[in-house]
């Protein structure tokens, strides 16, 4: 990963700026507009830990990407396994964008960054196991069996994620709106549940 920027500086800045203009009109500061310097660090302290807008990074073939919205929120505050297990993001429309229910979605090299719609406070998760995706990537009927003329991923019955994926030794897994796939990394073995019930993987 080349490269990935965060775009607040301008925040930043601005609000220094409207800080010390405050401060400056404040010249008595015996009068209720004068601002202390406790309260101007606290301003600028505030701006510093507000979420980046953008993340901007490099992706395949040198091909510069830009993170928006809870995609971007969530990668900022991604740790460094996750990130890493990641990887580069991939370019093209078929790999980010909206979906018409409204998710929107950034696929990674490793992985998939994906939120239930791009409301700023809309949570983000990430799933970077190779099983667990394969699992929901495969098509299903309404009833989460595996069917060439049913739905996958977040269209699919399981849904959009509402966890990112999380480990308890060799088990992996990710719950989703109406279930959860856990997989063994041990034994390569995928448990796929639909609305409580145990479904087959449908993995070859």
């Known amino acids: 990963m080349r490269q990935f920027v965060y775009r607040r500086t301008t925040f930043v800045a601005?609000?220094?700026?409207?800080?010390?203009?405050?401060a400056a009109c404040g010249g008595d500061d015996t009068t209720d507009d004068a601002v202390s310097p406790a309260s101007s660090a606290a301003v600028v302290e505030s701006a510093?830990?507000?979420?980046?807008?953008?993340v901007t990074m490099m992706g395949d073939q040198d091909i510069e990407v830009t993170l928006t919205g809870p995609i971007a929120?969530?990668?900022?505050s991604a740790t460094d396994a996750q990130k890493e297990a990641l990887g580069m993001p991939l370019t093209g429309d078929h790999n980010a964008g909206?979906?018409?229910?409204?998710v929107v979605f950034q696929q990674f090299h490793g992985g998939v960054i994906i939120a239930k719609n791009d409301s700023p406070g809309t949570p983000a998760y990430v799933v970077t196991s190779g099983g667990i995706r394969d699992a929901w990537n495969t098509e299903r009927a309404p009833d989460g069996t595996p069917s060439l003329t049913g739905k996958n991923g977040s269209p699919g019955p399981l849904g959009v994620p509402v966890t990112d994926l999380t480990a308890d030794g060799d088990v992996q897994e990710v719950t989703f709106e109406h279930g959860k796939v856990t997989e063994n990394t041990a034994t390569g073995e995928v448990?796929?549940?639909?609305?409580?019930?145990?479904?087959?993987?449908?993995?070859?």
């Not at 510093?48 to 953008?54: F, G, K, L, R, S």
């Not at 448990?191 to 070859?204: I, Q």
């Open 98 to 102: 909206t979906r018409e229910s409204g």
């Open 73 to 76: 929120i969530k990668y900022a």
């Open 48 to 54: 510093a830990q507000a979420e980046p807008t953008d």
């Open 14 to 22: 601005g609000l220094c700026a409207v800080t010390l203009i405050a």
């Open 191 to 204: 448990t796929v549940t639909v609305n409580g019930k145990v479904v087959p993987a449908g993995l070859r």
